[in-house]
T-cell receptor, first 112, second 115 residues
């Protein structure tokens, strides 16, 4: 079945370090891909998205490129801040679909 | 401002009692969802609704019930049949329309604790 696999956390980085959170997916069609972020005690917020192969989603310094050949959507940021500490979820949904499939989430800690 | 509102933020329930979590949205979205999140874990889908007066079971529907009498509202009842109800519950909505933006919008969550 369709699924999303994320790298296990927690990921601990120092401020200004480079961030990569890996995400791969298994899907029978061509889904849209998302990264959501969850700050402590809150709901999820959409961080960025890509709707077709080779699209790059970007927001707040974060980027991810939809790679159909490797079925991946890795999240990157060049210089993390303490305020980026949160849980990050990779997700997919098919056009016209109603159910979003989420990865297990990756917790990021950024130290000052 | 448009958004999705869950209430209450914190809820305590005695064992054996039913409790209802509220979810309201003013985004004019057709589709609404309930997820459960356990500590350190991802999201699991409880129920979802594509349209008023219709809903489907998700992956972990046992011990839960929902209704969708209005487009704006999708309350979740945690019944006494749910063996481990303590969790963080998230409500979400999306347009649910073909070829439209399909990202989900989430509420702030309700933390339910059984005492």
């Amino acid at each position: 079945g369709d699924s999303v696999t994320q790298m296990e956390g927690p990921v601990t980085l120092s401020e200004e370090a480079f961030l990569t959170i890996n995400c791969t997916y298994t899907a029978t069609g061509y889904p849209s891909l998302f990264w959501y972020v969850q700050y402590p005690g809150e709901g999820l917020q959409l961080l960025l998205k890509a709707t077709k192969a080779d699209d790059k989603g970007s927001n707040k310094g974060f980027e991810a490129t939809y790679r159909k050949e490797t079925t991946s959507f890795h999240l990157e940021k060049g210089s993390v801040q303490v305020s980026d500490s949160a849980v990050y979820f990779c997700a997919l949904i098919f056009t016209g679909g109603f159910k979003t499939i989420f990865g297990a989430g990756t917790r990021l800690f950024v130290k000052a | 401002d448009g958004g999705i509102t869950q209430s209450p933020k914190y809820l305590f329930r005695k064992e054996g009692q039913n409790v209802t979590l509220s979810c309201e949205q003013n985004l004019n979205h057709d589709a609404m969802y309930w997820y459960r999140q356990d500590p350190g874990q991802g999201l699991r889908l409880i129920y979802y609704s594509q349209i008023v007066n219709d809903f489907q079971k998700g992956d972990i529907a046992e011990g839960y019930s929902v209704s969708r009498e209005k487009k704006e509202s999708f309350p979740l009842t945690v019944t006494s049949a749910q063996k481990n109800p303590t969790a963080f519950y998230l409500c979400a909505s999306s347009t649910g329309q073909l070829f439209q933006n399909t990202e989900a919008f989430f509420g702030q969550g309700t933390r339910l604790t059984v005492v």
